[in-house]
Structure formats: structure tokens, C-alpha cells
């Protein structure tokens, strides 16, 4: 099993529609968790941290189900520039007691916004 | 932008060459992460440095280095070049402690 696996997509969805991104996790253990947006040949770009509790960042909701292990994200209102890949990321420490904590990332999923 | 800088932007090798990329972490960040992204795929992690030491290292075989200096840049070695080290090389800069990584713009490694 992958350790964060998300549907590769591609997303096509009309301007100004809602869409819905999920991504599961294998590592229980895992700390904190995170979506970045990727722009093709650019570097992945933190969009939010997810917390359990939820939390919205203007057009975008995230949301953490550490019993199901399960991430999502929530685009309102999507704009054209919200075209992208969106990386699904999990932050695990390598070793206890402060050690390394390596990111791990899903595949991301591709979403197209269509005027 | 993230104040993350990297050298160089795009790099041309032959297999069994060795190769060094160089990342500047961004200001007041002390640990740095090196990632390799191959087309169409997620990056995976490479190793961690902290107080100039290696301290967590991904699925990746000691052909691949790394240093960190005082001022917290870094580099990232490669020797024995493969064809299959052709991919994008992303530097991370973060703060012990916090959990957000920031990522510099790559190192597009091609490797013939």
C-alpha cells in the first residue's frame, strides 16, 4: 500500500464550480499534514496545513480524519488560476525524540479549470 | 517567494559523471531537506540536515550526499550518475521544530 495515495485525476471543472479532493495515509504515526500546489515545472508551494479540528482559508477548506486517515480539500468559487496539481503531504518524524522529519507526498491530483 | 534559492537551474550529465547542487535556505531557517521529483510523480525524500549533520535519511543509496554549512546552505552530491537520476531536485527549508517545509525553485538534473 502507498503511504499517501490520492486519485491522479485530471479534474476538469467548470469556472466557478466547487471541487473536492481526498487522500489517505498508511502511517498512523504521522504528525502533521499539508497541501501544496504544484504548477507545472515549478515548485510545490504550500497552500495550507490541515488540522483536525478543520480549517478554511477563503475559497479553500481542509479537513483531517486521523480514525480513517483520510485528507481532504474543499475549492469554492474555483478560478481559472486554480489550475494545478495539488499534492497531498504528510509530515512523519523519521526517528523519536526530535529527529528528521521527512515529507511524504501523494501523487498529486491535476486539476483543470475550464472557462 | 520563499527566499529559498538554488544552483543550478537546469544541469546536463553523463551517466558515471558526479554532480553538486547548492540550496540557500530561507532567512532564520536552520534544517534543510533535499527531495527528488521524477516526471509525473510526488517528490521523495532524500535526507535532512541539522547542525551540519545528516540526521534522517529517505530510501535513496550512499552515492547520494549531502553537506550543510554554518550559515545552513547546503549541497547535494551525486556520483556515478545514472539514467534514472534524471528529475527535478528540490531543496526544503524549514525551522527545527515547525513542521512547514519551503521549497526552493529545483535543479533540473538530465542525466544521457
Known amino acids: 500500500r502507498k503511504e499517501v495515495e490520492q486519485d491522479p485525476g485530471p479534474f476538469n471543472v467548470p469556472e466557478g464550480a466547487t471541487v473536492a479532493f481526498n487522500c489517505t495515509y498508511s502511517?498512523?504515526?504521522?504528525?502533521?499534514f499539508f497541501w501544496y500546489r504544484q504548477d507545472c515545472r515549478k515548485e510545490p508551494k504550500l497552500l495550507m496545513s490541515?488540522?483536525?479540528s478543520g480549517n478554511e482559508d477563503g475559497r479553500f477548506t481542509a479537513q483531517l480524519n486521523r480514525a480513517s486517515q483520510y485528507i481532504s480539500l474543499l475549492i469554492r468559487d474555483s478560478k481559472l488560476s486554480d489550475s494545478a496539481t495539488y499534492l497531498c503531504v504528510v509530515n512523519t518524524l523519521l526517528y523519536s525524540g526530535g529527529g528528521a522529519d521527512g515529507l511524504t507526498f501523494g501523487k498529486g491530483t491535476h486539476l483543470i479549470i475550464q472557462p | 517567494e520563499t527566499g529559498v534559492t538554488q544552483s543550478p537551474t537546469h544541469l546536463i550529465k553523463t551517466r558515471g559523471q558526479q554532480v553538486t547542487l547548492r540550496c540557500s535556505s530561507q532567512s532564520g531557517h536552520n534544517t534543510v531537506s533535499w527531495y527528488q521529483q521524477a516526471l509525473g510523480q510526488g517528490p521523495q525524500f532524500i535526507f535532512q540536515?541539522?547542525?551540519?549533520?545528516?540526521?534522517g535519511r529517505g530510501n535513496f543509496p550512499p552515492r547520494f550526499s549531502g553537506l550543510q554549512f554554518p550559515n545552513y546552505s547546503s549541497e547535494l552530491n551525486v556520483n556515478a550518475l545514472e539514467l534514472d537520476d534524471s528529475a527535478l531536485y528540490l531543496c526544503?527549508?524549514?525551522?527545527?521544530?515547525?513542521?512547514?517545509?519551503?521549497f526552493g525553485p529545483g535543479t533540473r538534473l538530465t542525466v544521457t
Open positions: 526544503a527549508s524549514s525551522f527545527r521544530g515547525a513542521y512547514e517545509q519551503y
Open positions: 540536515y541539522y547542525r551540519e549533520e545528516e540526521n
Open positions: 502511517n498512523s504515526a504521522s504528525q502533521s
Open positions: 490541515v488540522y483536525s
